[in-house]
């Protein structure tokens, strides 16, 4: 009696520990554990504690890895970046620990659209597994726009201009993005408000037009002749155009140097 008191005791001890016990980063699941088979139960309960827990890893952790490293790489480029990840959709069993993302190189970091990101997971410092990410990119940018209409050859101010955002699909935008490419420049057409500004759509201002009057300069070495003329055409400075000399009729070759001035070689 006092051996079979002294097994039924042992039993009952291992029964009672083994639903307590709770590892660091494990799972321990005693439920199904029984006063029949103690031994092989035993053994269960120590086959349960080799499981690590699990953690999920969703979308939105991905997401979120893949906006922080656009926004570093492209941070001199757009003012907001969008993601969105289309694949994978479910959340994905990672074991238990501090996760740390790397989003790896696969080329082109200057594609808009539709990527495929590669994403090396870490956790608690181990290296895990790589995840192919499958993610819509997009991007604004702040474009440069007129507050009011533009005419054709209306030289720009500072005051006409403002920034707008506007969404871009790829790198190799048209759009200018600084106020100091346009300002001091003409319309080179009709520029609505609000329409945001291409490089084409503007020019350097003309400094002489058809039908004024200037002056001609003839220069070699120190010495410097001067005359008056009349343009033959509109021109803007650094261009060269016609004119005729007022005193001899004839017709020559200037380069625009500035309003209402023009050179000649001779």
Do not use: C
């Amino acid at each position: 009696m006092m051996r079979i008191g002294i097994v039924l005791m042992s039993l009952w001890v291992g029964w009672v520990s083994g639903t307590s016990v709770v590892l660091a980063g494990t799972r321990v699941d005693t439920r199904t554990v029984t006063l029949v088979k103690a031994g092989h139960e035993i053994r269960s309960v120590e086959k349960e504690r080799e499981k690590p827990a699990m953690q999920e890893l969703n979308a939105e952790l991905l997401q979120g890895a893949i906006h922080r490293y656009l926004e570093q790489a492209w941070s001199q480029k757009v003012k907001m970046i969008t993601v969105a990840v289309l694949d994978p959709v479910e959340p994905i069993s990672v074991p238990s620990g501090i996760i740390e993302f790397q989003v790896l190189s696969a080329g082109s970091d200057d594609g808009l659209g539709r990527r495929i990101f590669p994403v090396s997971v870490a956790v608690s410092g181990k290296a895990w597994k790589t995840i192919q990410v499958l993610a819509d990119v997009s991007a604004t940018i702040e474009a440069i726009v007129p507050t009011r209409l533009l005419r054709t050859e209306e030289v720009i101010d500072g005051v006409d201009l403002k920034t707008m955002r506007v969404r871009i699909h790829q790198w190799n935008h048209p759009f200018v993005t600084d106020r100091d490419e346009v300002i001091g420049k003409s319309a080179a057409r009709p520029l609505p408000p609000d329409t945001p500004l291409r490089p084409t759509f503007v020019k350097f201002p003309l400094i002489v037009k058809k039908g004024d009057r200037v002056m001609i300069e003839a220069r070699r070495g120190g010495l410097s002749i001067q005359t008056y003329g009349i343009t033959k055409s509109s021109g803007q400075v650094g261009q060269t155009i016609m004119v005729a000399n007022l005193d001899s009729g004839r017709e020559l070759r200037a380069k625009v140097v500035a309003p209402s001035l023009v050179q000649v070689d001779f």
